[in-house]
């Protein structure tokens, strides 16, 4: 298991004493892939009333929210995200509850003015979409 969270947590590109932003969390997030960040930066993750610059995000996604409000809070989470930090967001996969399309999230990203990479598969139930605002490097 500490193996497996460990490679969940590598896919992020977060360091040590990196301040992650977690945004949407609730109770069906997967605790693992939390502490595997927290075991990775050393740093307890912040919710998103957290208003000073951070060095990363994740956004937990599910379907039957609405585009609009993903949009909305992609572009909140940007506003202290330090230029270049990466930005995740996370949504349970194809066939389990809550998953998304990948065109929503490809969507609200760019009206957000960022791009959305290839879902990544994190673990068994949750796949990792890396956005990147426009001209920011390859995906």
Excluded: C
């Amino acid at each position: 298991m500490v193996e497996t969270t460990r490679q969940e947590a590598d896919v992020f590109g977060f360091h040590s004493g990196d301040i992650v932003q977690e945004w949407l969390w609730d109770d069906d997030v997967d605790d693992s892939v939390r502490e595997s960040i927290e075991s990775v930066t050393g740093e307890d993750l912040v919710d998103e009333d957290y208003d000073s610059p951070v060095d990363g995000v994740i956004l937990w996604w599910r379907d039957g929210d609405d585009e609009d409000a993903l949009s909305d809070t992609i572009m909140d989470a940007v506003d202290v995200l330090n230029e270049g930090g990466p930005f995740w967001v996370l949504t349970p996969k194809p066939g389990r509850e809550g998953a998304a399309a990948a065109t929503t999230i490809e969507n609200a990203a760019k009206t957000s003015g960022m791009n959305a990479a290839t879902p990544q598969t994190l673990n068994s139930d949750w796949n990792a979409v890396r956005l990147r605002a426009f001209g920011k490097g390859r995906q």
